[in-house]
């Protein structure tokens, strides 16, 4: 079987489910919407083409055979990079599938997403298993024989178990996307990582870093994905989700910690980003909570 025989599209459970796998082969432009963090982990193996990723503050050219490791609450976003056609495979993991799968391993195994670099690039005889794995997921994916589930959760497992052995040794690539400008757009990002809390305006952002607004607008989209404005305000929101989970505090003053200083477009924003109020949201939240 050669990947080009295959569906353009194959997948194994829901966003919902402890577990989520998604094959993917696009001939089309495709850049991943903006508004882009959640609170599981995804596993991302590019199968064939070029894509550019930005995860938490830096971008990287990611090349066939990469795995990318995006935490819990991790912005992230993957880029057109030359040609378009590319093929993936996506995998959603939880809590339920770190305790039932991996159990008391799960600290190796979820290294990889907290590693510095959030890139896994397999060389030699690791990178023919990493083949062969993702080989036996796609046709399990594909012919779905009985006990096919366990297959694919054994499989991502090994894979983990592959990529976490790798990333000990150093198979983790630097920032590959280095020159000047991305490297002051990556300045940028932990400036805004650091300081989402306080009043930020995009002219003194971009006299602080030596550079005129409108350059500084650009070459943060290139690198990014994302507009200043909207990396600003997913930040200070994922922030926001945090303290409405964890804490007491009033909405009011989640608001104002987090940067807004109208409650009323803090109240908007967050439910143009999380499709629900902050009220509904800490409702919905501490229920989930264990009491």
Same mark, same amino acid.
């Not at 990079?81 to 799968?101: C, K, L, N, S």
């Not at 030596?210 to 943060?220: E, V």
């Given at each position: 079987? $050669?990947?080009?025989?295959?569906? /353009?599209?194959?997948?194994?459970?829901?966003?919902?489910?402890?577990? !989520?796998?998604?094959?993917? +082969?696009?001939?089309?432009?495709?850049?991943?919407?903006?508004?882009?963090?959640?609170?599981?982990?995804?596993?991302?193996?590019?199968?064939? =083409?070029?894509?550019?990723?930005?995860?938490?503050?830096?971008?990287?050219?990611? /090349?066939?055979?990469? %795995?990318?490791?995006?935490?819990?609450?991790?912005?992230?976003?993957?880029? *057109?990079?030359?040609?378009?056609?590319?093929?993936?495979?996506?995998?959603?993991?939880?809590?339920?599938?770190?305790?039932?799968?991996?159990?008391?391993?799960?600290?190796?195994? *979820?290294?990889?997403?907290?590693?510095?670099?959030?890139? #896994?690039?397999?060389?030699?005889?690791?990178?023919?298993?990493?083949?062969?794995?993702?080989?036996?997921? *796609?046709?399990? %994916? +594909?012919?779905?024989?009985?006990?096919?589930?366990?297959?694919?959760? $054994?499989?991502?497992?090994?894979?983990?178990?592959? @990529?976490?052995?790798?990333?000990?040794?150093?198979?983790?690539?630097?920032?590959?996307?280095?020159?000047?400008?991305?490297?002051?757009? @990556?300045?940028?990002?932990?400036?805004?990582?650091?300081? !989402?809390?306080?009043?930020?305006?995009?002219?003194?952002?971009?006299? +602080?870093?030596?550079? @005129?607004?409108?350059?500084?607008?650009?070459?943060?989209?290139?690198?990014?994905?994302?507009? #200043?404005?909207?990396?600003?305000? %997913?930040?200070?929101?994922?922030?926001?989700? +945090?303290?409405?989970?964890?804490?007491? %505090?009033?909405?009011?003053?989640?608001?104002?910690?987090? =940067?807004?200083?109208?409650?009323?477009?803090? =109240?908007?924003?967050?439910?143009?980003?999380?499709?629900?109020?902050?009220?509904?949201?800490?409702?919905?939240?501490?229920?989930?909570?264990?009491?």
């Amino acid at each position: 079987m $050669t990947k080009s025989s295959l569906p /353009e599209r194959l997948e194994h459970g829901s966003l919902s489910d402890s577990f !989520y796998i998604e094959y993917m +082969r696009r001939t089309r432009p495709f850049t991943m919407d903006a508004h882009h963090f959640h609170s599981y982990f995804e596993l991302y193996c590019l199968l064939s =083409g070029t894509r550019e990723y930005f995860v938490r503050d830096s971008t990287y050219a990611v /090349e066939a055979g990469d %795995l990318v490791f995006i935490g819990p609450n991790a912005l992230h976003r993957t880029l *057109l990079a030359g040609d378009p056609a590319h093929e993936r495979i996506v995998v959603h993991i939880d809590g339920r599938y770190v305790r039932d799968v991996l159990g008391e391993h799960a600290e190796l195994l *979820l290294g990889p997403f907290e590693a510095a670099a959030p890139i #896994v690039r397999l060389r030699g005889e690791q990178r023919l298993r990493l083949d062969a794995l993702t080989s036996r997921m *796609l046709e399990e %994916l +594909r012919t779905r024989p009985p006990g096919f589930e366990l297959a694919l959760k $054994t499989a991502v497992a090994e894979l983990l178990l592959l @990529s976490a052995r790798a990333v000990h040794a150093g198979h983790a690539p630097e920032a590959s996307l280095s020159s000047p400008m991305y490297r002051k757009m @990556s300045e940028i990002v932990r400036y805004l990582n650091a300081n !989402y809390g306080e009043p930020i305006k995009i002219g003194e952002l971009a006299e +602080r870093f030596y550079i @005129s607004p409108y350059h500084m607008s650009r070459s943060f989209k290139a690198a990014t994905g994302f507009t #200043v404005i909207d990396y600003l305000n %997913l930040t200070r929101v994922k922030e926001a989700q +945090r303290l409405l989970r964890e804490s007491r %505090l009033p909405i009011t003053e989640v608001a104002a910690r987090t =940067g807004f200083d109208n409650f009323s477009h803090f =109240g908007k924003t967050f439910k143009k980003i999380t499709r629900a109020s902050a009220r509904d949201y800490r409702k919905e939240h501490n229920a989930a909570s264990p009491q």
